[in-house]
T-cell receptor, first 115, second 112 residues
Framework: DAGVIQSPRHEVTEMGQEVTLRCKPI?????LFWYRQTMMRGLELLIY????????DSGMPEDRFSAKMPNASFSTLKIQPSEPRDSAVYFC?????????????FGPGTRLTVT | DQQVKQNSPSLSVQEGRISILNCDYT??????FLWYKKYPAEGPTFLIS?????DKNEDGRFTVFLNKSAKHLSLHIVPSQPGDSAVYFC???????????FGQGTILTVHP
């Protein structure tokens, strides 16, 4: 398996622009997670899905952030409008409930820079 | 409120010696604990885990110890190798599946 795939790997955009990050989880995994890593806050969970349904979005910082999972093999995290404080590395991870779902497999991340 | 804490930002060890990384937690609802390793420009990689019904779990050179009364866990790497140089995160979750809460990470450097 190719593992969790994220695109783009790097994104540089100007303040106010819309940003869309993409994720393809590992085939057969039924949980999908979006994380953000910053120096100040470390690795924090933004939202997670089970069987394509959002379960907990309490980590989403504000209404500018939205996430969707239209099918089992694709998810997006959208920021509109983007702000410089959104600059971070965004990780997508997936896991399988049959193994307790704790062991999450992370993608390589998208480094977002908002100028 | 940081529920999972790794108080040592960095650790430097000589090759062949033991590396001990520590983690403390405050939430008594946590029942499952994991360690992840992260290399630069990569996502975290699952390393080893332990549930609250155990106090020790081994996997090759890696051993995780859990002290529930102290709300403390540690990761031992023996012997340490230069390829172990990475950032190590501990994470915790309640038994009924929930989200992982991560510590801030410890940078381990193993010198040849």
């Amino acid at each position: 398996d190719a593992g969790v795939i994220q695109s783009p790997r790097h994104e540089v955009t100007e303040m106010g622009q819309e940003v869309t990050l993409r994720c393809k989880p590992i085939s057969g995994h039924d949980y999908l997670f979006w994380y953000r890593q910053t120096m100040m806050r470390g690795l924090e969970l933004l939202i997670y899905f089970n069987n394509n349904v959002p379960i907990d979005d309490s980590g989403m910082p504000e209404d500018r952030f939205s996430a969707k999972m239209p099918n089992a093999s694709f998810s997006t995290l959208k920021i509109q409008p983007s702000e410089p404080r959104d600059s971070a590395v965004y990780f997508c991870a997936s896991s399988f409930s049959g193994r307790g779902a704790y062991e999450q497999y992370f993608g390589p991340g998208t480094r977002l820079t908002v100028t | 409120d940081q529920q999972v804490k790794q108080n040592s930002p960095s650790l430097s060890v000589q090759e062949g010696r033991i590396s001990i990384l520590n983690c403390d937690y405050t939430n008594s609802m946590f029942d499952y604990f994991l360690w992840y390793k992260k290399y630069p420009a990569e996502g975290p990689t699952f390393l080893i885990s332990i549930s609250s019904i155990k106090d020790k779990n081994e996997d090759g050179r890696f051993t995780v110890f859990l002290n529930k009364s102290a709300k403390h866990l540690s990761l031992h790497i023996v012997p340490s190798q230069p390829g172990d140089s990475a950032v190590y995160f501990c994470a915790a979750s309640p038994l009924s599946y929930g989200k992982l809460t991560f510590g801030q990470g410890t940078i381990l450097t193993v010198h040849p």
